[in-house]
C-alpha cells in the first residue's frame, strides 16, 4: 500500500525554519516525481516545490530562494527545507506523489500544519 | 505563470442532478489539466488526467472534457458524497498551478 506520511509541522515565528520530512512506504520516492502542495486555512492549493526522478528541482515563485526540496532514497525520504519564514507561509503541507507516469498527484499525505506566528 | 480560472465558485445542486464544471486556462495548456475532489478535513483526490482519464477506482459518472484552453467536468448524476470542492490543475508549464476551485454543495 503506498503511503505517505509527513513530520515536522508546528509553530514557528516570522523568519524561523522548519524542516518538514515525508516517509514514504509502498514504492520508492526516487521513481516517481515527489512534491509538496500546500493549503492556507479556508484557502485553495498551491504547488511549493517538486522534485523529480532525475533530481530535477522546481519551486513556485512565493518560495524561491527560501525553500529546498530534497530526497534521502535510503530512508525513502523526501524533505522540505523552508527558511525565513512568512506569516504568509502558514498552511496545511502536503507531500505528494505523482502518478500516470508524472500525468497527475496520484497520492497524497494526511498533511502537517505549519503556522508562522508571533 | 498560468492562470486557471474556474465557475462557478458555488454551484447548488440537488443529488441525481448533472454537474457541470468549467475551469478556463490562460493560455494553452494542450490536454495537460487534471481535476482533483477536495473534502472538508480530507487531501485532495485525483479524479481524471490529462483532460479526459479517469483515475483508478473513479466511477464512470465523473467525466471531463476539452483541450487548450477550455476544459469542463462533468457529474453526469450526483451522489450524496459527491458534494465537494473540485479543483483543475495544469502542468503544461511550471509552475504548475490550481484553480481557486468549485464548491458543489446541496440546494
Known sequence: ?118 | EIVLAQSPATLSLSPGERATLSCRASQSVSIYLAWYQQKPGQAPRLLIYDASNRATGIPARFSGSGSGTDFTLTISSLEPEDFAVYYCQQRSNWPFTFGPGTKVDVK
Do not use: H
Open chain 1, 1 to 118: 500500500e503506498v503511503q505517505l506520511v509527513e513530520t515536522g509541522g508546528g509553530l514557528i515565528q516570522p523568519g524561523g525554519s522548519l524542516r518538514l520530512s515525508c516517509a514514504a512506504s509502498g514504492f520508492t520516492v526516487s521513481s516517481t516525481y515527489m512534491s509538496w502542495v500546500r493549503q492556507a486555512p479556508g484557502k485553495g492549493l498551491e504547488w511549493v516545490s517538486v522534485i523529480y526522478s532525475g533530481g530535477a528541482t522546481y519551486y513556485g515563485d512565493s518560495v524561491k530562494g527560501r525553500f529546498t526540496i530534497s530526497r534521502d532514497n535510503s530512508k525513502n525520504t523526501v524533505y522540505l527545507q523552508m527558511n525565513n519564514l512568512r506569516a504568509e507561509d502558514t498552511a496545511v503541507y502536503y507531500c505528494t506523489r505523482g502518478d500516470y507516469d508524472n500525468k497527475a498527484i496520484g497520492g497524497w499525505g494526511q498533511g502537517t500544519l505549519v503556522t508562522v506566528s508571533s
